[in-house]
């Protein structure tokens, strides 16, 4: 069995030969449908890195409030979104407001390389994510992924938190 680091390095290598572009546009339009989005009044997103899937488009959706990670040390914190974003060490754009109580949020759209079908991500290896959303406890977890980012079973420890559905088209 592959282990998360050969997990990751095949799912970064495949996502540059996927039209993410158009698969963005799709998803986007996919969970605009689910009834997790639908009845959410605040929504976390993530800022889209280089060839990920981009959900920036649903900042359109007037009747929502977004917000957007940030990292503090080794803690992920929910930041309301804000058109003044500046980039962090880690390279990831991010909010330059201040954080939330994270018990707010109705829906988390949780970034992934990989997914599988116990709902379980393979993330970037931070283990940030991992350790925020047990504190947001009101909120529905989504993962959205190209199709070919869904496997059957992927390694997991005990400390990894399952999400509650993944959109994978």
């Known amino acids: 069995?592959?282990?998360?680091?050969?997990?990751?390095?095949?799912?970064?290598?495949?996502?540059?030969?996927?039209?993410?572009?158009?698969?963005?546009?799709?998803?986007?339009?996919?969970?605009?449908?689910?009834?997790?989005?639908?009845?959410?009044?605040?929504?976390?997103?993530f800022y889209p890195?280089?060839?990920?899937?981009?959900?920036?488009?649903?900042?359109?959706?007037?009747?929502?409030?977004?917000?957007?990670?940030?990292?503090?040390?080794?803690?992920?914190?929910?930041?309301?979104?804000?058109?003044?974003?500046?980039?962090?060490?880690?390279?990831?754009?991010?909010?330059?407001?201040?954080?939330?109580n994270p018990e707010i949020l109705d829906l988390i759209i949780v970034p992934a390389l990989m997914a599988d079908n116990e709902h379980y991500r393979l993330g970037y290896g931070g283990g940030f994510y991992d350790k925020f959303l047990p504190y947001c406890k009101n909120a529905f977890k989504l993962v959205v992924l190209p199709k070919e980012l869904m496997v059957n079973k992927l390694p997991h420890e005990k400390f990894d938190v399952p999400v509650d559905k993944v959109i994978c088209m």
Do not use: W
Not at 67 to 72: D, G
């Open 1 to 45: 069995m592959k282990n998360k680091t050969d997990h990751r390095l095949y799912a970064k290598e495949l996502r540059k030969s996927l039209d993410i572009n158009t698969l963005s546009v799709l998803i986007v339009e996919q969970i605009r449908q689910e009834s997790c989005y639908k009845s959410a009044k605040n929504v976390m997103l």
């Open 49 to 100: 890195l280089q060839y990920e899937i981009n959900l920036l488009d649903l900042l359109s959706d007037l009747d929502k409030k977004f917000y957007f990670p940030k990292v503090s040390g080794q803690e992920l914190l929910a930041c309301p979104y804000s058109r003044q974003m500046k980039k962090s060490e880690l390279n990831i754009m991010e909010p330059c407001t201040e954080p939330v």
